[in-house]
């Protein structure tokens, strides 16, 4: 009788060893980053560059970026910071008015989104469109958030330079 409680220990010892070892390979592939999660860890990196006047080599972070955002965004639509980084990256390279698309698409989801209202208040600056700049600031005004300081000084330092 013993031996037989002996032997239904050891297979259950055996048995719960294999599930373990299942089941870290599958915290493994938890592990494996989405495309949003790439492209997030490339646009930090393009920024980077792009202060240090290292221009073409963050457009191409950028690019990389975009195409894996455009992926994500197809796996899983609507999600506001998907669609902010779109837009930030396009408006990176160049594509205004898509990435104004972009930026739009995402505050129909999440209107009071503190990346989208300071980087779509970016894009209506570098389009000479500031009433709608600082619609955005206005938005951002009660966020106490880095996105208002920073869209603020921006507003304010393109006022310095007309004059």
Do not use: W
Request: glycine share 6%; with cysteine; aromatic share 8%.
């Amino acid at each position: 009788m013993i031996k037989n409680y002996i032997i239904i220990l050891l297979f259950l010892l055996s048995t719960t060893n294999s599930f373990s070892a299942g089941s870290s390979s599958s915290d493994d592939s938890s592990k494996v980053k989405s495309n949003y999660d790439k492209a997030v860890v490339l646009i930090k990196s393009a920024k980077k560059l792009e202060k240090n006047g290292k221009t073409e080599r963050a457009n191409k972070k950028y690019e990389k970026a975009q195409k894996l955002l455009i992926k994500s965004n197809k796996k899983t639509p609507g999600k506001a910071d998907t669609l902010n980084y779109l837009g930030f990256t396009t408006r990176k390279l160049g594509d205004y008015e898509n990435g104004e698309k972009y930026y739009l698409m995402g505050l129909k989801i999440n209107p009071n989104h503190t990346g989208i209202n300071e980087y779509l208040g970016e894009l209506y600056i570098a389009t000479n469109r500031m009433d709608l700049a600082r619609e955005r600031l206005k938005v951002l005004e009660n966020c106490n958030c880095e996105e208002y300081a920073e869209l603020k000084d921006i507003i304010e330092g393109v006022k310095e330079s007309k004059y």
